[in-house]
């Protein structure tokens, strides 16, 4: 069965620190990777895709990531991060062409002002 | 023009009643989930419907029922609520295989 492990569950920064996030993925198939931030209270909106293609993916508001095939991962990354960047971030896999997404346990960013 | 769109947003209820939430999109997509968000912010795939289809059926209590009476709804009907079924639940859709999700706004709800 797939699973997505994020590693870090909480992580504090100081504005304009860079920010790596990590996601590993167990499925030795074809997948489609991807990123959501939730804000606080608010639903999940998506960030960022792999589908195929350059593995360095970008998304909206700086983010990107960088899918690494040969390590199942897909971590996510910004250079400097912002107050507002404060929320909690998932990545989830799905087999490519399938229907279930799995979803990882999610890490809380809090921004520094 | 909301996407996907849950009411009710807020939802308080005793143990022991039946509720309903429901979900619309308006993208044209043609399946759609609901997941449960715990208070840990854990995400659990409860039900997927693919063109008012059931594809997906998690381990989840019979008490839930979901119910697609077409393409852009689908609903969740819970009775005999517990203690157990506090948390929000989530509403999403995304066209078949692209996985990427569109989510609604969430119902919070909250048993007492």
């Known amino acids: 069965a797939q699973s997505v492990s994020q590693h870090n569950h909480h992580v504090i920064l100081s504005e304009a620190a860079s920010l790596e996030l990590g996601c590993n993925y167990s499925y030795g198939g074809t997948v489609n990777l991807f990123w959501y931030v939730q804000y606080p209270g608010q639903h999940l909106q998506l960030l960022l895709k792999y589908f195929s293609g350059d593995p360095l993916v970008k998304g909206i508001k700086g983010f990107e990531a960088e899918f690494i095939k040969s390590k199942f991962s897909f971590n996510l990354r910004k250079p400097s991060v912002q107050w507002s960047d404060t929320a909690e971030y998932f990545c989830a896999v799905i087999v490519t062409g399938g229907f279930k997404t799995i979803f990882g346990a999610g890490t809380r960013l809090f921004v520094k002002a | 023009d909301t996407a996907v769109s849950q009411t009710p947003k807020y939802l308080v209820t005793q143990m022991g009643n039946d509720k309903s939430i429901k979900c619309e999109q308006n993208?044209?997509?043609?399946?759609m989930y609901w997941y449960k968000q715990d208070s840990k912010k854990f995400l659990k795939i409860m039900f997927s419907?693919?063109?008012?289809?059931?594809?997906i059926n998690e381990t989840v209590p019979n008490r839930f029922s979901p119910k697609s009476p077409d393409k852009a709804h689908l609903n969740l009907h819970i009775n005999s609520l517990e203690l157990g079924d506090s948390a929000v639940y989530f509403c999403?859709?995304?066209?078949?295989?692209?996985?990427?999700?569109?989510f609604g706004s969430g119902t919070r709800l909250t048993v007492v």
């Open positions: 999403a859709s995304s066209a078949t295989g692209q996985g990427g999700y569109t």
């Open positions: 993208l044209g997509h043609d399946t």
């Open positions: 419907y693919n063109n008012k289809e059931l594809i």
